[in-house]
């Protein structure tokens, strides 16, 4: 067994402040007794701000989260998924990564997804997003020994695209992350039923930290999340859920699990070949 904190946070979107959010947080989450600690997407920053954006952000290797992220992963002897940061690239059109980044119990880097698919979507006549005029997409699906367990990364808006769980899992995955910054009015009506079926679909275990509230910025448009952190375990029930506010959740994580739900439904391993549908033309 193996016990996991999910940081719920209301980021900011001055990088230095949110550092001493996490600090806080990972203080809190190791006194609970968490060997990791999964936190939301855009941690170091989250902001409405393109310029407000590229006046803060940095390199991976100068970034202030990540440097106090593998500090506190060493000082606690933990482990720490960054669910994401935004960081600068060197890309001559100016395009963040959206960044997953796994640190080990003495502070070394373990792995890092570029998060593949962009939330372009008109949601309704208020909540447009535009991810891709200001992240480049990932391109490679990543998976990383975890204390928790074999674990596949994803971030936010990839929930929707079920075949990279699957492709996941069907290379070991045994625990699946899900940071993210959801948007309140999707995920009022999607963000639990997508993460359960994700678990159920593959047999394992979903962990899914999120951003909540209104973010306090300094410019641009304001941002609001959703909230509402959970863990799912393999079979689909939630093992640890979040409300509106920032604060922590725990779960305990049991692959014996992986292998029961597994064992009484081997979807995992069926799937067959067919044709591709014929429609009528
Ligand atoms: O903006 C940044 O700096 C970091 N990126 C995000 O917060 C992204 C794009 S706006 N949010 C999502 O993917 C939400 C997906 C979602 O809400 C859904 O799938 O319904």
Redesign the pocket.
Known sequence: MTRVALVQLCATDDPGRNAELLRDAAGAAVAGGARLIATP??TN????SRSH?SAVLRPEDEDIVVAEARALAARHGVEILLG?V?VTTGDADGR?A?RSILIDDRGGIVARYD?I???D?E?DATET???SS??RPGERAVLAPSVAGLLGMT??????FPHLYRALAQAGAMVLSVP????P???AS??EV?LRARAIETGCYVIAPA?CGTHPTTRGRV?R??GHSLAVAPWGEVIARMGDAPGIAFAEIDLEAVADARRRVPSLAGDRRFSPPEGLS
């Open positions: 997407e855009v920053c989250i902001s409405g954006q994401s935004a963040f959206n998060k698919h962009m939330f979507v949601i997003y535009r991810e200001a992240y971030i936010c808006y990839d929930l929707r993210a910054a959801f948007s009015v999707t995920g999607h963000w997508l951003q941002r999340s959703y």
